[in-house]
């Protein structure tokens, strides 16, 4: 397996603020991550890829310049949400895909937006 | 068009019973497929995957059936335990689309003792 770690796993932020979530790979170094968004009762939708050292790969209908990516490091990526509104309160879930296209999770950050 | 969905909503079994969960996927080019666990506020959990070259595979206590001909997924749990209890996703990984993951809809399975 792989494990992978997200900060924070909850926050709360008032409206109009910006909220960064890490996604860490502990212990295998990650080209490709993945965040996905997941609304209650809902499955996981992909929102981006996170590619090291490169631009991050946007799903239609994401907005790139909301949802900012960076992916600095083997090890790390991180998602921005930018100028947060109600509607971005969901659960955001990252993952890293190993060569063999096992794709691991991380334990998830709960958004909301208030 | 392309989708990954699941055939029951929720499924419930009693402790010790096999359960089995299904899932139907409508692009021929899937080759990659895994099954996950997802309990209540955590990340999904990777229970087993199974390759299109392949129609069945066995883990521990899981099966994954694989028939390509119907394009259909299933995941067979043996002697179902409380803690099995969670929402079950069925993923496809399409080479040709970045190798990211295409998800089901989900299955929430409830062991009942």
């Known amino acids: 397996g792989a494990v992978v770690s997200q900060h924070p796993s909850w926050v709360i932020c008032k409206s109009g603020t910006s909220v960064k979530i890490e996604c860490r790979s502990l212990?295998?170094?990650?080209?490709?991550m993945f965040w996905y968004r997941q609304f209650p009762k809902q499955s996981l939708m992909l929102m981006a890829t996170?590619?090291?050292?490169?631009?991050?790969?946007?799903e239609q209908g994401v907005e790139k310049d909301k949802f900012l990516i960076n992916h600095a490091s083997l090890t790390l990526s991180t998602l921005t949400v930018t100028s947060a509104h109600p509607e971005d309160s969901s659960f955001y879930i990252c993952?890293?895909?190993?060569?063999?296209?096992?794709?691991?999770f991380g334990p998830g950050t709960r958004l909301t937006v208030t | 068009g392309e989708s990954v969905g699941l055939h029951l909503p929720t499924l419930s079994v009693q402790e010790g019973d096999n359960s089995i969960i299904n899932c139907a996927y409508s692009?021929?080019?899937?080759?990659?497929f895994i099954w996950y666990k997802q309990e209540s506020g955590k990340g999904p959990q990777f229970i087993i995957d199974?390759?299109?070259?392949?129609d069945k595979r066995q883990g521990q206590r899981v099966t994954v059936l694989l028939n390509k001909t119907v394009k259909h997924l299933s995941l067979q749990i043996a002697a179902t335990q409380p803690g099995d209890s969670a929402v079950y996703f069925c993923a496809e990984n399409r080479r040709n689309s970045g190798y990211a993951l295409n998800f089901g809809k989900g299955t929430s399975l409830l062991v009942t003792p």
């Open positions: 993952s890293i895909q190993k060569i063999t296209y096992e794709q691991y």
């Open positions: 199974i390759r299109s070259n392949m």
């Open positions: 996170s590619n090291e050292g490169s631009k991050a790969t946007y």
């Open positions: 692009n021929s080019a899937s080759d990659y």
């Open positions: 212990d295998f170094q990650a080209t490709t």
